[in-house]
């Protein structure tokens, strides 16, 4: 699934026209991580700022679908770029 399967769910997306990686937002590079304690500390710190929204996210159609699809065992797997594990709960 891509990242549109869990804006109903109020958890923006990346790449859209207001996604966050279009107002500015670009990811973090492996090297900048590991090499660089103010690169850790500025991703800790955005993670913690980010993360209410996605505690707060409930699982939409969308998820409760795949989840359905799991459960009859209609897939095997599901390979999803999201990390909000919403069509877990």
């Known amino acids: ?35 660089s304690e103010s690169h850790r500390q500025r991703y800790w710190a955005r993670s ?3 993360w209410k929204p996605f505690s707060q996210a409930q699982p939409n159609e969308g998820h409760r679908s795949i989840a359905l699809l799991e459960d009859l065992g209609a897939v095997d797997a599901v390979i999803t770029q999201n990390v909000d594990a919403l069509h877990q709960k």
């Open 48 to 50: 913690m700022s980010g």
């Open 1 to 35: 699934t891509g990242a549109g399967v869990s804006t109903e769910s109020g958890i923006p997306d990346y790449r859209s026209p207001k996604g966050s990686y279009n107002t500015g937002h670009k990811p973090m590079q492996h090297d900048e991580f590991v090499f």
